[in-house]
């Protein structure tokens, strides 16, 4: 892929870059300054055109662009509102390559685990229920509300949280919540060397900034045979140093979860949590954990299988921190009147 | 071709007559099939398991460029290798094929064409979704080994082995019982042709037996079964016989054996002998010996005595056989049968009855009945002739013991002993009215003619020193030592004026009276203490005609003192007084006057376990007494140890002033010398001393044979965990409650008034009738009573009775399992009176009653003897049943006609029988069935409500009365019989669930092996390889079980000429690149096909280990395992299609 | 999607165009899927709305494959196995039953009534057991309705 020189300098234009954050909490447009120094290379590679967090501009500077003129957006968080869908079409018709960068983008993440619930709830507990909530008059968001500098408007909130891919095409996928450093570095050098050298651009919906394994993989502490009596919360042991925490009791995404992230939480004690996605060939994360984890439950005792399994709080925020949103059982059935169902319907 | 062709789907619907194609629109399914993506060929046949039918495939196959094949039909567990080899005829590889199961999952359960076919059209496109994902595997095979496993030696394993071993194969049967011949060996006439089971059977068993290539291994079991079809690894315990191979089964063991336990052989109508074969043509040949363990009363006896052989001996009245049995290993057996304190009868089962066997009494009757009627027996000559000599210093019971053990061994034995008068405590201890000097002398004598040395008179320490005998001085020559100088030295009461004219140690006491030495004893005699010794001195004061009062400081529930003796005591006027005890000895100018003594009470339990006696405040008293016997206990002295040179020995002493040696081999520090007897243990009695004895000898030989002591274990028994008292007595007589209730018998002692008198013993010994019913109260509880008459007589040498379980494992190819029934437990049966009335009995019962060698020799005959003049044979006991089993056993209505044409034909008695339907199915059946009808059985069709005994009675036995309603007449009947026949329903064997887990079989609801299909496959089983036959499948008579051997033999015989079995490539592989190394799989796999490369960091799966169950395959994580054959794709792929909508109508 | 069905007077003979549930069952191939055939070889009849997966043995049922049964439209899951302690592979059915116990309380969380998956043991010759297993799931999954996922 090649771009071409600038009609009016004749100096071959620097092609395009936009960064975006949809729903997210921002830590991916940060990690991206993780990259230090290394920022000036990316600079002097790119065009940036967009980039909220850091530079002033405008979506009407992106709607002025041609379609396809942006070499390549990093869309970071997940779409849960019409904005966040809005941008992520007008990203996708500018862009010539676009990657669902961090995991909200790619699994829906922290925000799709209220997926979990219904907005209603999200939204009572919010303006509401919640402890810190101060709101006597129940005043609630309205889409429009008219104020003396006039109509001020509201994107709707969605009931559902979705994936980038689940609005619109993705290109490349950059998981990890935020995506490490070094794999954000790794993927910018290979697009950089791409346009640079015009290699050919690796086969759609390819995973960048990744491993191909799990994270044990990765993990340095020492594993034995599985045989689980029992499950533990981080801060109910002082774990033994050296030794694989899944071993200990303590509920660790690791065996389920792609590699990329160099094995960091464990490294200081901590559980994978999941945050770089289902390992590679796995069709879910949350279900293969789960089948993982029950086989190796140390009893056939089905009273002491349940005592064992009340150790594990909150099942689906703990196999699905991340990955909510891919689920294969989708969200959590709205208890709407359940109405005869049209042909076709049920469950389709 | 491979996965990545295109797939090219031919999807063939099967109408299987109308058996699919009633309830499943078959063309509809084919139309909806025909529009799946991939298939490019539908089609539907009317049988697609015919021939034509699989052209079909192979033509689209070859013609037609098909790829992947689906067959909806049957279940894929009846035709898909139909299928599959179809498939590979045309080429393509067999697991490209795939079935939809639209028969038994499909049309047969479901009524509803629309949903049936609805359902069927999902399955189909399930698996053309599945089918389009597969890829060719290919199968691997293992060769399959020649050698058969046949479990059960009954007809049907026997024909079995026959066959196999016919086409030159090895076969091994493992047999639960002693012999092969199973259930069949014990019936008489075989129905319908009324050959007789025995002629037809023991032919078929010899030659089993001759086989070469057939080897029986009977009283075994299969204990676990491991690895696959073609090459199973299977453990069998052969259980201990105790008759080795030479056995020439000349019988003889069985007339001398004294044991008689009721035979199972018989269903306990009669009875056998301890060593037995279960019967005449039993085969192999060899004797077994049944033991339960080793009879309790010898596991108790410091000795090892076998009381319980010289007991069974007593019993038949082989007196002498019983003494020379006790000789063999008591060398005081006279002593012992006079004052053994006797620890058998503390362990005997009798006492779970009423009363222990008076063991020790009949041991005594045993002795002087040979003294009486024997010559003087005469030691048999050593078994060694060594060189070295051993000394024994002192000639108690520990020392006496040990110098026979040694001279039976061949050493040169001395007893050193200080006294003039030789046995130790035996001669100064222990008064003559307990064991007469004669008899002690004669047990002396008979260790002296076994060339023991006995020197009196010479002391060690005073005469010589242990340096000397140790260092082998001149005149010392001895290579070993045993120290046995016992514990003779009277402990003191520590009480002022002790040392007062008149007051002596109860041990002293007793010698000086035994040695003839000078001792008075005033008329008003005190005894401090409560032990033996303390009563021997009472009742001895007694006879110097003193007045005895005994004193104790605890109660007569603490007192060591032994019943009898104690009993003794008070029959002769010693008086008793409890809680008191001397402070000080009054004396008036150096003697005697009296004690004075404070009253106790009892504290808190103290080391020994019982109350300490404390004394009460202000209680002091004072008593007048002329002598004072102070017998509270004895210890050892230790002069003996001295050297005279002063030199100090190296002997170390315990607080008690025992010698401190090893507690096994009883070595002391020095090592050639040995102690043991009270010296070691303290004042003990006379048969723990003699055990000290026998183990210093057996380790003394050890030392001189230059084996190594450490670690030594003597032969002494400890007790078999596995025969605790409850297991006993013997299975046959389940309830100790059950045995009849025998008083033990007590030796008659002399009148009182007269034995006070003298010296002569008290106790008169038994009458030879007294001593043979006594002994008949044991219960063999043991079954075995180790007294070695078989031993003796067997001229082959056969017995080994220290013979143990042998584990084998045998590598076999293929295993029929043919383990049979039992019957079913007729007292569950209540309102039928089994167990209650004597002459009702099971068909079992009356079978071997027909038996010409059973119990009555083939007579049908009541519990009176007599022969009954009705007979009602009642059939479905406990079949046909909903409280019990409700399948009919299948055997009973012909077995029960075969009782009514052999009752009519031994006896006059009318017989009923009393049926609910007739089944007479079998070839010739129907004709056996009418002529029983005509030789005149009355046929009565009714269930049999209850039986019970009428009220007119017949002689003692009363009549049974059978009530059944007749359902033909429809009228209520009672019919008056004097023998009823319980035709009991055939069980599976009890054990049949553990049974099934080892050989991992089904189990049907009513507990019989599985089979693998009902019609189509009736010996197989879900498990490859292992087949079943006979009633372990379920009942069946003997033509049908002999049917089922053989086609299992013929099974067998098939994939042994195949060579070769098809190892299904259903496996799981890792696939590296995606293995995180987590190790969740490694614990999973119960064959440990999955392993840890700690180099590369993941797991890998052993295919030869995997069975292919997919259980790694779910639980990995990474989803790095694939299960070829149900890989996640193929599975998904199959729920797609199955979920997909289909033609909604 | 559902299947709209005439029933005649066959089991639980529902209203005409009533809906009807799509039922998955996964049975090992030693002990369950051999009971139900013996069900088809007895003619024990049992509800069409269960439709069966055959596995070697239940310890092969990942929790994955029920998931996605659900998603694509089943509205209950059946996973049958060998008795405890009869496992053909000696003990893969205690790994399912572990699976599942975990498995009900994840569905629990995504809303999913448990009922909806059933974990039995029915041996190669309890065709009859199998029968009343699938008859009675299908009544449960009737009284609870089709289950809507949100997507």
Known sequence: MTIEADPITEAPAKPKLALYWASSCGGCEIAVLEIKEKILDVEAAFDVVFWPVAMDFKVKDIEALDDGEITLCLFN??????????????????????????????????????????????????????????????????????????????????????????????????????????????????????????????PQGTILGAGDKTCCDECLLEREEKKITGFVRPHEIIPEPGKCLLDQGILCMGPATRSGCGGLCMSVGMPCRGCYGPAPNSKDQGTKMVAALASVIDTQDPEEIDRILDGIVDPVGSFYRFSMAKATLGRVAIDDPPGEPEQGEVGA | ??????????????????????????????????????????????????????????????????????????????????????????????????????????????????????????????????????????????????????????????????????????????????????????????????????????????????????????????????????????????????????????????????????????????????????????????????????????????????????????????????????????????????????????????????????????????????????????????????????????????????????????????????????????????????CPRPVVDRDIDYIKRMGVDMRTGTELGRDFTLDELTNGAPGYEYSAVFVAVGAQEGIALDIPNEDAEGVVTGIDYLRNLNLDLPQETGPRVAVVGG?????????????????????????????????????????????????????????TDGRVRGLECVTMELGETDGSGRPRPVPIEGSNHEREFDTVIAAISQHPDQDWSNTPAGEPTVLTFSRWGTVEVDPDSLQSTIPNVFAGGDAVLGPATVVEAMGQGRRAAEAIDKHLRGLPLDGFTSHMPSPDPRYGFEERPYAQSPEYADIEKAPRATMPKRPVDIRVTDYDEVDLGFSEEEARSEAQRCLHCGVCVECHACDDVCAPKAIDLDMEDTLTTLEVGQIMVATGFKTFDATRMTPYGYGRYPNVVTSLEFERMLNSTGPTGGKVLMANGEEPRAIGIVHCVGSRDEHFNRYCSRVCCMAALKFAHLAIERTDADVYQFYIDMRAFGKGYEEFYSRVLHEGSTVIRGKVAEIVPSLSSNGDEPHLIIRAEDTLIGRFREIPVDMAVLCSALEPQADAEEMGRVFSLSRSPDGFFLERHPKLDPVGTTTDGVYIAGCSQGPKDIPDTVAQAQASAARILALIGRGEVLIDPVRATVNEALCGGCKTCLSLCPYTAITFDEEKEVAVVNEALCKGCGTCVAACPASAITGAGFTDDQILAELTGLLAPVGTR | MAVAIEHEASIDAPAVKEWQPRIIAFLCNWCSYTGADLAGISRIQWDPSVSIVRVMCSGRMDPTFVAKAFELGADGVIISGCHPGDCHYQEGNYKTLRRVHLLKRLVAGFGIDAERIRLVWVSASEGDQWAETANDMAREIRSLGPLRLQT
């Open chain 2, 531 to 587: 032990g033996n010794t303390a009563l021997d001195a009472a009742r001895a004061a007694r006879r110097e005609g003193a007045e005895v009062t005994v004193l104790y400081r605890r109660t007569r529930a603490e007192m060591p003192a032994e019943e009898d003796e104690f009993d003794d005591a008070v029959a002769e006027g010693v008086r008793f007084e409890y809680l008191v005890a001397p402070v000080e000895v009054l004396v």
């Open chain 1, 77 to 202: 968080g997940a779409i849960r509102n019409d904005d966040n869908e809005y941008m992520a079409k007008l990203l996708r018709a500018k862009s010539t390559v676009l990657v669902a960068f961090g995991s909200c983008a790619c699994e829906g993440c922290i925000p799709a685990l209220s997926n979990t619930t219904t907005r209603q709830a999200t939204l009572d507990w919010i303006f509401r229920d919640s402890p810190s909530t101060e709101n006597p008059d129940d005043v609630r968001p309205e889409l429009e509300t008219e104020t003396e500098v006039g109509m001020l408007d509201l994107p709707e909130f969605w009931e559902t949280v979705r994936t980038l891919d689940q609005v619109v095409d993705v290109d490349y996928y950059v998981p990890g919540c935020p995506p490490q450093a070094h794999q954000i570095w790794g993927v910018l050098e290979t697009v950089i060397d791409i346009l640079e050298n015009g290699k050919p651009l690796p």
């Open chain 2, 1 to 434: 071709m491979t996965a990545t062709d295109e797939a090219r789907i031919g999807v063939y619907v099967c109408h299987c007559g109308f058996n699919i194609a009633a309830t499943v629109d078959v063309e509809a399914v084919r139309d909806i099939a025909a529009g799946q993506p991939g298939v490019v060929m539908a089609r539907d046949y009317e049988f697609m398991c015919s021939n034509a039918g699989q052209d079909l495939i192979k033509r689209d196959i070859e013609e037609n460029g098909v790829n992947r094949v689906v067959v909806a039909a049957c279940s894929p567990l009846m035709h898909e290798p139909t299928f599959r080899a179809a498939g590979e005829e045309a080429g393509l590889n067999p697991y490209l094929v795939h079935i939809a199961n639209i028969r038994e999952q499909c049309a047969w359960v479901h009524q509803n064409r629309v949903a049936a076919t609805a359902k069927a059209e999902s399955l189909v496109n399930g698996a053309v979704a599945r089918v389009a994902l597969h890829e060719p595997l290919e199968a691997t095979y293992a060769d399959v080994n020649p050698t058969t496993l046949v479990v059960g030696g009954g007809i049907a394993g026997i024909q079995a082995a026959l066959d196999i071993s016919d086409a030159g194969n090895e076969v091994y049967v493992v047999e639960r019982q002693s012999t092969i011949g199973g259930m069949m060996a014990r019936f008489d006439k075989t129905f319908p042709t009324l050959d007789c089971a025995a002629c037809i059977l023991t032919p078929k068993m010899v030659s089993a037996d001759r086989r070469d290539n057939i080897h029986l291994v009977t009283n075994a079991e299969v204990e676990a079964v491991d690895g696959f079809v073609g090459n199973f690894t299977v453990r069998v315990r052969e259980k201990a016989r105790f008759v080795t191979v030479d056995c020439t089964s000349c019988g003889e063991c069985v007339t001398v054996c004294p044991v008689t336990v009721p035979d199972p052989f018989d269903e306990y109508m009669s009875t056998r002998t301890a060593i037995h074969k279960a019967f005449p043509q039993a085969i192999p040949s060899t004797y077994t010996i049944d033991r339960q363990g080793k009879p309790p009363c010898m596991e108790a006896c410091p000795i090892h005595q076998n009381a319980a052989g010289y007991v069974s001996l007593i019993a038949e009245g082989r007196f002498a056989e019983a003494a020379k049995l006790i000789r063999r290993q008591n060398p005081l057996p006279f002593i012992c049968g006079r004052v053994c304190y006797s620890p058998c009868e503390d362990a005997c089962s009798r006492t779970l009855v009423e009363e222990p066997v008076a063991i020790r009494s009949l041991k005594r009757f045993a002795m002087d009945w040979e003294r009486e009627h024997e010559p003087e027996p005469v030691p048999e000559a050593p078994e060694h002739d060594y060189s070295e000599k051993v000394a024994v210093v002192g000639s108690g019971p520990a020392g006496l013991t040990c110098a026979f053990d040694l001279a039976k061994e061949g050493y040169k034995v001395t007893v050193f002993e200080k006294h003039d008068r030789l046995g130790g405590m035996l001669a100064v201890g222990l008064p003559t009215y307990r």
